[in-house]
């Protein structure tokens, strides 16, 4: 019996051993960019059904769970060569879904039956781009979305019929309005027109009554509604930053343009635009994030609800993706920093998850590395909030660093799994990230801090977080990497070309090099934002010389580290022919150069294959000039 022991603990031994190996081992490339086959879960009404999207090699289609009994679940679209882009149910028998053709910048609506899986087209292909008007519901057997077919500028607003109707249009954009809002009803009685740097609030009573203006303010300050207090017409909940720094939740009368009380706000940071039930017509909660999201519930009963879930999890972080009208089915998408989680349906009744579909599901066997959260000061007192992911060897000083300034630039870095970073600590590095001045999420007056900043005090922010790092003793300085993704790579070039002495080598994908073409190429649904822009990041026309000093095209021949960029040739916001001439002075000078180009992709890209391939040249890159790995 002790001999048995004996032989199955060295089993044991040498299994664990074999799995640490593997843990701890370079994960392929393709399991971190490889797009999940599942993904966009949303449960019926009624709670008997979960739909969602599965992908394929030539196409993307709708799916169905029966979660009653198993052996009803099946396909509903069977499209090939043709992906289906977004869905929302409009019943409990009926899927709403779109079919958007970016090579030919077309759209298709249709809806597919639950039960017979028949699929009818209710908008024939159609020129331009189509949104969804918030809440999406039908109304009348029919249902309402934005369209800029008329004009490729501006979106008008028309009713979809469900019986096969020609659509009508029932609201014509004089060219000004940019949003609408939909009651409970279904009706559209709230607008928002801007004129680029004024946006105004409309209401009106009834669809045959004229928008009236009821509140205007400057482009900082603004109204986001949440949804409708009960049944009333009158009455929202919204995040409000007037008269304040931070979004806060307030009751705001659309009536008479009047915030009527304020029910939280944050000291340090906005609120989330999430926490509203259209089905009850409530506020259950008010999320925001420090250095992790978190919670302040105002309905007991879905805090407990929540709470339960949060048990059943064991330290997973998790968001809501969809819940049913009565609140018994919870589809949530887990996560932490070291895991990318799963997707899982909440029962109310039994008290269990049930999983739907793994996240990243190639990267469930594998140790990933640490998230932690980091602040520092910026050379003029600015508090700097960002995030540091240490290597999986557990090494925390002396390390080579990929500094990775987030895309935007008016967006921000959030705790939990992101594939990207993750990449890069498997290979060895340490990956910092920053929230600089411009970032969103820290009120109106750190946002609009980094306005014309683009190579000025953002720059600065960024190096700021290098000498922090140096200082503390976490980074190698002869070891520091720049890269980043649109405004991230603007930052990697920008970099390049004058604080070359602080890194060792920059990388780009789809960074702008000419801010003169980012606004000449502009999308021309874009061009009603135009003077917003403006002010945000500069004129071209007025302020040329500000955008000739802080355009990386103008300033190539002062590179002097290894460069890497990769640019799509589709990229509206950044030309091949700029990215060509970038690269050709750099090679002038006798600078080393990857350069990628993908013919068919655009800023972001779609192909999995060419991500993956970026990556894969990315990786190479970085070990000859950081000698990691």
């Known amino acids: 019996m002790l001999k048995y022991l004996g032989i199955l603990s060295l089993v044991l031994l040498f299994f664990i051993s074999c799995q640490s190996t593997r843990q701890e081992a370079l994960i392929p490339i393709e399991n971190f960019f490889s ?9 019926a009404p009624n709670g008997k059904y979960i739909a969602y999207l599965e992908k394929s090699e030539r196409g993307q289609n709708i799916f169905l769970k029966d979660l009653s009994n198993e052996k009803l679940s099946k396909q509903l679209t069977t499209f090939e060569d043709q992906k289906v882009s977004s869905f929302y149910w409009g019943s409990n028998e009926e899927l709403i879904f779109s079919i958007d053709d970016i090579q030919t910048h077309t759209v298709q609506l249709y809806v597919v039956d639950v039960k017979t899986a028949s699929v009818r087209n209710i908008l024939p292909t159609t020129k331009g781009k189509m949104r969804w008007i918030s809440p999406s519901k039908i109304n009348d057997r029919s249902i309402i979305v934005a369209l800029n077919e008329r004009d490729s500028t501006f979106f008008d607003v028309y009713k979809i019929s469900l019986t096969g109707k020609p659509k009508e249009m029932i609201i014509r954009n004089p060219g000004n309005m940019i949003q609408w809002y939909t009651a409970g009803s279904g009706d559209i009685h709230l607008a928002w027109t801007s004129d680029s740097i004024e946006e105004s609030l ?10 009236k203006e ?9 109204i986001v509604p949440l949804g409708y207090v009960k049944s009333s017409t009158t009455l929202i909940y919204a995040l ?7 979004y806060a939740l307030v009751e705001y009368n659309v009536a008479e343009g009047k915030e009527v009380r304020k029910l939280y706000e944050h000291p340090q940071v906005d609120l989330e635009a999430s926490g509203y039930s259209v089905q009850l017509q409530e506020m259950l909660y008010s999320a925001y994030i420090t250095d992790k999201e978190e919670k302040l519930f105002f309905n007991a009963k879905v805090e407990k609800l929540y709470a339960a879930i949060a048990d059943e999890l064991e330290g997973f972080q998790f968001k809501v993706i969809d819940r049913d ?19 899982y349906y909440y029962d109310v009744a039994d008290r269990e998850l049930h999983k739907l579909a793994d996240n990243y599901p190639k990267l469930q066997n594998y140790k990933l590395a640490t998230m932690e959260p980091i602040a520092y000061q910026s050379r003029d007192g600015q508090t700097i909030h960002g995030y540091l992911t240490f290597p999986v060897s557990g090494a925390r000083k002396n390390l080579p660093v990929i500094v990775m300034p987030h895309d935007g630039p008016h967006r921000r870095d959030v705790w939990g799994f992101q594939p990207n970073v993750q990449f890069l600590a498997n290979r060895g590095y340490a990956v910092f990230q920053m929230n600089y001045r411009g970032s969103v999420g820290y009120g109106k007056m750190f946002w609009s801090a980094g306005f ?12 700021d977080g290098v000498d922090w790092l140096v200082a503390s003793g976490v980074a190698d300085k002869h070891k520091i990497g720049i890269f980043g993704e649109g405004f991230g790579g603007y930052a990697a070039l920008f970099a390049a070309c004058f604080q070359s002495s602080k890194f060792k080598c920059a990388a780009s994908i789809s960074g702008y090099t000419n801010l003169f073409t ?17 002010q945000v990041i500069g004129n071209p026309t007025t302020e040329s010389d500000l955008f000739k000093a802080i355009s990386p095209v103008f300033h190539a021949d002062k590179v002097s580290i290894p460069v890497f960029l990769v640019q799509g040739g589709k990229d509206r916001y950044n030309s091949v022919t700029d990215a060509n001439l970038f690269v050709q002075k750099i090679q002038q000078n006798k600078v080393p150069v990857t350069y990628l180009l993908m013919d068919d992709e655009g800023k972001r890209f779609k192909n999995d294959a060419h991500i993956i391939q970026s990556y894969q040249e990315l990786e190479n890159f970085l070990k000859v000039n950081l000698g990691n790995k």
Do not use: C, M
Request: overall charge positive; glycine content about 4%.
């Open 325 to 343: 009208s009565a609140l018994t089915k919870i589809v949530i998408r887990t996560y932490t920093d070291v895991n990318p989680g799963a997707i």
């Open 518 to 534: 980012y606004f000449r190429d502009v999308p021309p649904f874009f061009k009603p934002y135009l003077q917003k822009f403006y």
């Open 452 to 463: 014309k900043q683009w190579g000025g005090k953002i720059q600065e922010d960024i190096l």
């Open 240 to 246: 409000s930053n007037i008269n304040r720094d931070k």
């Open 35 to 43: 797009t999940p086959e599942k993904s966009h879960f949303q449960v």
């Open 214 to 222: 009821v509140e205007r303010n400057d482009f900082t300050e603004s």
């Open 202 to 211: 409309l209401y009106r009573p009834h669809v045959n009554a004229p928008f």
